[in-house]
Nanobody, 128 residues
């Protein structure tokens, strides 16, 4: 397993959660971009936030801008997704992913095919 997620759970609307994605050192070192994706029941997977691991530039899905923050700690080989002001529409299984190369970050986040390593998924449930 290359990526291990933690931090999912249940929260009321307006609450916050932080997801973590720990990678093996070799995986993290060879990664150019980290991404967070989610899939709700009956819906397609969508890119929520992506991060250029080298210079920390970010891309966010419009619906999460201002509420979610993606970051990384290179000393811990870990990426994070801080989620605030959660609402029921954010309910989904969230996956972290790592890409071994970087093109346009927005394109990578929209089309997840560039991401080669994936976490096991973390359930996030937001109640009204």
């Amino acid at each position: 397993v290359q990526l291990v997620e933690s931090g999912g759970g249940s929260v009321q609307a307006g609450g916050s959660l932080r997801l973590s994605c720990a990678a093996k050192e070799r995986t993290f070192r060879s990664t150019y971009a980290m991404g967070w994706f989610r899939q709700a029941p009956g819906k397609e997977r969508e890119g929520v936030a992506c991060l250029n691991k080298r210079d920390a530039r970010t891309y966010y899905l419009d619906s999460v801008k201002g509420r979610f923050t993606v970051s990384r700690d290179n000393t811990k080989n870990t990426a994070y997704l801080q989620m605030s002001l959660l609402n029921p529409e954010d309910t989904a299984v969230y996956y972290c992913a790592a890409a071994p190369f970087l093109v346009r970050l927005e394109s990578m986040c929209t089309d997840s095919s560039a991401f080669m390593a994936w976490g096991q998924g973390a359930q996030v449930t937001v109640s009204a």
